[in-house]
C-alpha cells in the first residue's frame, strides 16, 4: 500500500512529462467518450492484450474538463452529449507536443500541436480525475486530496473516497 | 495584483476594471445556491430585498475550486454540505485580484491570505459567471465565449433561485416555475456508497436520515436522501445516458427527484405524492422539441432536450404523445413570450381519475405579464 501513498515533495509536470517519453510527437487516436462525459484517447502502437488501447492511453472521468483552441472552446464536460462526442473525436489524428500538471490541484493541460489543448479541472470531486496508462504497464493516477501515484495498472483500486 | 493590471487587455483588463474600488474589501454573503452555483457580495449593501453588495459574483454554470498554493480547500465536486462549507469561507476574505482565461472567460479571484477562487467554463452557458457592478451595470461572460456589459435588470439575478419549500423557482431570466410540492433534500447525518457497478448483486439497505450514493451499473450515480423514519424523500442524479434499474425506475412515494442542470440550464424536477404517482414537473420549456431518440421518452426533448436523458423515466412512462405535442405547442408559444422580454410563470400539474395510477392529463397554469391562463392536455 505504500505505492499508493502521495509523495510529500512532488513535481507532477516533471512526472507527467516522464510518463510520456516517447509519447511526445506521437498522433492521437482512438478517442472516444466513455460512461457519462468521461472520455479516453490512445498514443503510440496498439496494446498487444487491449487492441483498442494505445501504449499510452489517457482517461480523463472524474473531473471538469474542456477542448479548446487558443480562440474558441470546442466542447467541455457538460456540454451535450451528442457535441461532446463529435468534438472528442477530432482529436484524433493531432499530435501531442507537451503536457503539464499544475499544484495543489493536479489539474492538467495536454498540448497538440496545432494549438488545440485538453484541460482537465480539477474539482475535488471523489475518484480518479485522470489515469495515464504507460507502455511499461504503469499507470499514472491523479486524484483528490494531492493523490498522484504511479503504481501497476494490474493493482487492484483503492477506495480513497471521502464524501 | 493591482499592478499587473498595466499589462492587462481584454477581458481581464475589463474585469479588473469593473473590479474597481472592489479590491481591498472584504467578501460577504457569500451563499451556495442551485446545486454548485454560488454567489457572493463586496462593498455595502444596497437597498434591495435581500440585500445585494455594491458587487456581486454570482456563479452559475462554471466549474469552481478554491485553493491555497499547497492544498485544494474545496470545490464544486465535493458533496452539498462540503461545497456550502468551502462557500463560506469566502467570507471575510479580502480581494486582491482578479485574471481572466481567454478563450473560455475562466476566471480566477485572488484574495490577501493567498487563497484564489477559480472558474472553470465547462459549459454553453447562458452564463458562466456575472459580476454586478455599483452602477447598475452586470459584466456577463457566456453563452460561449461571449463576454458583454450588460444593463442590470430585476431579473439578471434570477436564473436559479433555491429550491426550498414552495418558493417560486426560476429557471432563467424572465421565467418562473411555481411547484408546491417541491420537497427539499432532507437533513441527513451520514453518507453510504453503494458501488453496484462493481457489486451488481449487492442489496441496498436504507437507513434512516442518510444520503445513499449508489452508483448505477455503468457509473450512472444516483443519491437517495432518506428522511428520519428511512423513506426516501430525495433523488438526485446526473442526466446520464438512461440505464434501466430499480433505482430510477421505482418511483417513490412522496419524494422529489431532480437531474442536475446541463448546459448551465436547469434540466427536470419531478415529484410524486403519497401513491407514489407524478404530480408535479418543473423543466425548462425552451428546450428543443422532439430531438428524442431511440431510448429515450417522447417528453425527453421538452423536459431538457437530451435523447434518453431523462433518467427518471419510468415517471413520465404513463405520458403519452399526446400530452407531449400539447405542451410542446405551449413551450414553444412561453419560449417566444419570454424571448419578447415578458415575465412568464408556469406550473404543470399532473391529474388523475380518484386513485387511478395511469395520469388523466397535465394541467398547464400560466402567466405572461400577469395575464393568467390554463389548458389541460388529455393523456390519450
Given at each position: 500500500?505504500?505505492?499508493?501513498r502521495?509523495?510529500r515533495?512532488?513535481?507532477?509536470?516533471?512526472?507527467?512529462?516522464?510518463?510520456?517519453?516517447?509519447?511526445?510527437?506521437?498522433?492521437?487516436?482512438?478517442?472516444?467518450?466513455?460512461?457519462?462525459?468521461?472520455?479516453?484517447?490512445?498514443?503510440?502502437?496498439?496494446?498487444l492484450?487491449?487492441?483498442?488501447?494505445g501504449?499510452?492511453?489517457l482517461?480523463?472521468?472524474r473531473?471538469?474538463w474542456?477542448?479548446?483552441?487558443?480562440?474558441?472552446?470546442?466542447?467541455?464536460?457538460e456540454?451535450?452529449?451528442?457535441?461532446?462526442?463529435?468534438?472528442?473525436?477530432?482529436?484524433?489524428?493531432?499530435?501531442?507536443?507537451?503536457?503539464?500538471?499544475e499544484?495543489?490541484?493536479?489539474?492538467?493541460?495536454?498540448?497538440?500541436?496545432?494549438?488545440?489543448?485538453?484541460?482537465?479541472?480539477?474539482?475535488?470531486?471523489?475518484g480518479?480525475?485522470w489515469?495515464?496508462?504507460?507502455?511499461?504497464?504503469?499507470?499514472?493516477?491523479?486524484?483528490?486530496?494531492?493523490?498522484?501515484?504511479?503504481?501497476?495498472?494490474?493493482?487492484?483500486?483503492?477506495?480513497?473516497?471521502?464524501? | 495584483?493591482?499592478?499587473?493590471?498595466?499589462?492587462?487587455?481584454?477581458?481581464?483588463?475589463?474585469l479588473?476594471?469593473d473590479?474597481?474600488?472592489?479590491?481591498?474589501?472584504?467578501?460577504?454573503?457569500?451563499?451556495?445556491?442551485?446545486?454548485?452555483?454560488?454567489?457572493m457580495?463586496l462593498?455595502?449593501?444596497?437597498?434591495?430585498?435581500?440585500?445585494?453588495?455594491?458587487?456581486?459574483?454570482?456563479?452559475?454554470?462554471?466549474?469552481?475550486?478554491l485553493?491555497?498554493?499547497?492544498?485544494?480547500?474545496?470545490?464544486?465536486?465535493?458533496?452539498?454540505e462540503?461545497?456550502?462549507?468551502v462557500?463560506?469561507?469566502?467570507?471575510?476574505?479580502?480581494?486582491?485580484?482578479?485574471?481572466?482565461?481567454?478563450?473560455?472567460?475562466?476566471?480566477?479571484?485572488?484574495?490577501?491570505?493567498?487563497?484564489?477562487?477559480?472558474?472553470f467554463?465547462?459549459?454553453?452557458?447562458?452564463?458562466?459567471?456575472?459580476?454586478f457592478?455599483?452602477?447598475?451595470?452586470?459584466?456577463?461572460?457566456?453563452?460561449?465565449?461571449?463576454?458583454?456589459?450588460?444593463?442590470?435588470?430585476?431579473?439578471?439575478?434570477?436564473e436559479?433561485?433555491?429550491?426550498?419549500?414552495?418558493?417560486?423557482?426560476?429557471?432563467?431570466?424572465?421565467?418562473?416555475?411555481?411547484?408546491?410540492?417541491?420537497?427539499?433534500?432532507?437533513?441527513?447525518?451520514?453518507?453510504?456508497?453503494?458501488?453496484?457497478?462493481?457489486?451488481?448483486g449487492?442489496?441496498?439497505?436504507?437507513?434512516?436520515?442518510?444520503?445513499?450514493?449508489?452508483t448505477?451499473p455503468?457509473?450512472?450515480?444516483?443519491?437517495?436522501?432518506?428522511d428520519?423514519?428511512?423513506?426516501?424523500?430525495?433523488?438526485?442524479?446526473?442526466?446520464s445516458?438512461?440505464v434501466?434499474?430499480?433505482?430510477?425506475?421505482?418511483?417513490?412515494?412522496?419524494?422529489?427527484?431532480?437531474?442536475?442542470?446541463?448546459?448551465?440550464?436547469?434540466?427536470?424536477?419531478?415529484c410524486?405524492?403519497?401513491?407514489?404517482?407524478?404530480?408535479?414537473?418543473?423543466?425548462?420549456?425552451?428546450?428543443?422539441?422532439?430531438?428524442?431518440?431511440?431510448?429515450?421518452?417522447p417528453?425527453?426533448?421538452?423536459?431538457?432536450?437530451?435523447?434518453?436523458?431523462?433518467?427518471?423515466?419510468a415517471?413520465l412512462?404513463?405520458?403519452?404523445?399526446?400530452?407531449?405535442?400539447?405542451?410542446?405547442?405551449l413551450?414553444?408559444?412561453?419560449?417566444e413570450?419570454?424571448?419578447?422580454g415578458?415575465?412568464?410563470q408556469?406550473?404543470?400539474?399532473?391529474?388523475?381519475?380518484?386513485?387511478?395510477?395511469?395520469?388523466a392529463g397535465?394541467?398547464?397554469d400560466?402567466?405572461?405579464?400577469?395575464?393568467?391562463?390554463?389548458?389541460?392536455?388529455a393523456?390519450?
Amino acid at each position: 500500500m505504500s505505492n499508493d501513498r502521495p509523495d510529500r515533495a512532488i513535481d507532477p509536470t516533471a512526472d507527467l512529462r516522464a510518463d510520456l517519453t516517447g509519447a511526445i510527437g506521437l498522433q492521437a487516436w482512438g478517442a472516444g467518450l466513455g460512461v457519462g462525459a468521461s472520455f479516453a484517447l490512445n498514443l503510440g502502437q496498439p496494446n498487444l492484450s487491449r487492441p483498442r488501447w494505445g501504449q499510452w492511453r489517457l482517461r480523463v472521468s472524474r473531473t471538469a474538463w474542456r477542448i479548446e483552441t487558443p480562440t474558441s472552446v470546442l466542447t467541455a464536460s457538460e456540454y451535450s452529449h451528442g457535441e461532446i462526442d463529435a468534438a472528442v473525436a477530432t482529436l484524433d489524428g493531432k499530435v501531442l507536443v507537451d503536457a503539464d500538471a499544475e499544484l495543489p490541484s493536479l489539474s492538467a493541460v495536454f498540448s497538440f500541436a496545432d494549438g488545440t489543448q485538453v484541460k482537465t479541472f480539477s474539482v475535488d470531486a471523489d475518484g480518479d480525475h485522470w489515469r495515464l496508462f504507460r507502455p511499461d504497464g504503469l499507470v499514472r493516477i491523479a486524484g483528490p486530496d494531492g493523490f498522484w501515484v504511479l503504481r501497476s495498472s494490474d493493482s487492484p483500486s483503492t477506495d480513497r473516497r471521502r464524501r | 495584483m493591482n499592478d499587473s493590471s498595466l499589462q492587462m487587455t481584454g477581458p481581464a483588463a475589463d474585469l479588473h476594471a469593473d473590479l474597481t474600488g472592489a479590491f481591498g474589501l472584504p467578501v460577504w454573503g457569500s451563499s451556495l445556491r442551485l446545486n454548485s452555483s454560488f454567489r457572493m457580495d463586496l462593498g455595502q449593501p444596497c437597498s434591495t430585498d435581500p440585500p445585494r453588495g455594491q458587487w456581486r459574483l454570482r456563479v452559475y454554470a462554471a466549474a469552481w475550486r478554491l485553493e491555497t498554493s499547497k492544498a485544494v480547500l474545496g470545490g464544486s465536486g465535493l458533496i452539498r454540505e462540503d461545497r456550502q462549507a468551502v462557500v463560506a469561507m469566502l467570507d471575510g476574505k479580502v480581494l486582491v485580484g482578479s485574471d481572466v482565461q481567454l478563450p473560455s472567460l475562466s476566471a480566477t479571484f485572488f484574495f490577501s491570505d493567498a487563497t484564489r477562487l477559480k472558474l472553470f467554463s465547462q459549459t454553453r452557458g447562458p452564463h458562466h459567471w456575472v459580476l454586478f457592478r455599483p452602477d447598475g451595470m452586470v459584466r456577463v461572460a457566456g453563452p460561449d465565449c461571449s463576454w458583454s456589459l450588460q444593463d442590470d435588470t430585476p431579473d439578471q439575478d434570477s436564473e436559479v433561485h433555491g429550491l426550498s419549500g414552495s418558493q417560486p423557482v426560476r429557471v432563467g431570466p424572465r421565467l418562473t416555475w411555481v411547484a408546491p410540492s417541491f420537497a427539499p433534500r432532507p437533513l441527513v447525518g451520514g453518507s453510504l456508497r453503494i458501488n453496484l457497478d462493481e457489486h451488481p448483486g449487492a442489496t441496498v439497505v436504507q437507513q434512516p436520515g442518510t444520503r445513499h450514493m449508489v452508483t448505477l451499473p455503468g457509473g450512472v450515480e444516483v443519491d437517495c436522501y432518506t428522511d428520519a423514519a428511512g423513506q426516501t424523500r430525495y433523488v438526485e442524479t446526473a442526466p446520464s445516458w438512461y440505464v434501466p434499474h430499480p433505482v430510477l425506475e421505482a418511483a417513490v412515494a412522496g419524494a422529489t427527484y431532480a437531474v442536475h442542470p446541463v448546459d448551465g440550464r436547469f434540466a427536470v424536477v419531478l415529484c410524486t405524492d403519497e401513491q407514489a404517482r407524478l404530480v408535479e414537473i418543473v423543466a425548462d420549456p425552451v428546450a428543443p422539441v422532439g430531438s428524442y431518440g431511440p431510448g429515450g421518452h417522447p417528453l425527453a426533448g421538452l423536459l431538457g432536450g437530451w435523447p434518453g436523458r431523462v433518467s427518471p423515466a419510468a415517471l413520465l412512462g404513463s405520458l403519452g404523445a399526446s400530452v407531449g405535442e400539447g405542451l410542446g405547442r405551449l413551450g414553444a408559444w412561453l419560449a417566444e413570450a419570454v424571448s419578447r422580454g415578458q415575465h412568464v410563470q408556469v406550473r404543470l400539474q399532473v391529474f388523475y381519475e380518484g386513485a387511478g395510477a395511469v395520469p388523466a392529463g397535465v394541467r398547464a397554469d400560466w402567466s405572461v405579464d400577469g395575464q393568467a391562463a390554463a389548458e389541460s392536455f388529455a393523456n390519450a
